[in-house]
């Protein structure tokens, strides 16, 4: 759903709608201004890619645990959606940096939402512990 929606807000073309490359369109640099005329394509990030990068999310459930089982199981969910993006990149539909923009917006998701689901998980066991030292000093006093 991420990469869908940066895909809207882009103005990026794929290469086959490139002049330099058979197309029509002029190239426009990242978040330069479209020439006047010129419509937006919505090529960046790359689709195709995301469509598997969804696996990266994997790496979760061997964490915690070894980081050289975690990095094999990254590097394993990874694959699918690179492949996806060259086989794209192969057809003129994008350019490698539109696959690497994909897996690069992935990973930083599946990275913010372990780092907030970790964060949460701290508070309560804080919580619960600090919980845990009241009623325990409260039942020592009762004694």
Known sequence: ???????????????WDLAHYGGTEPYVRL??????????????PAGHASSALWLVSLVTLSLPGPAGRSSLIWGLALAPGLVLGWMQ?????????HTLWSAW??????????????????????SNSAGNSVSNSARNKVR
């Open 1 to 15: 759903m991420a990469i869908s929606l940066l895909k809207q807000a882009s103005d990026a073309h794929c290469p």
């Open 89 to 97: 990149q192969m057809r003129g539909a994008h350019f490698l940096t």
């Open 105 to 126: 917006i992935a990973c930083a998701i599946v990275l913010a939402l372990v780092t907030l689901l970790q964060a949460r998980d701290t508070r309560r066991s804080l």
């Open 31 to 44: 978040f330069e201004a479209l020439p006047p005329g010129v419509l937006p394509s919505h090529c960046l």
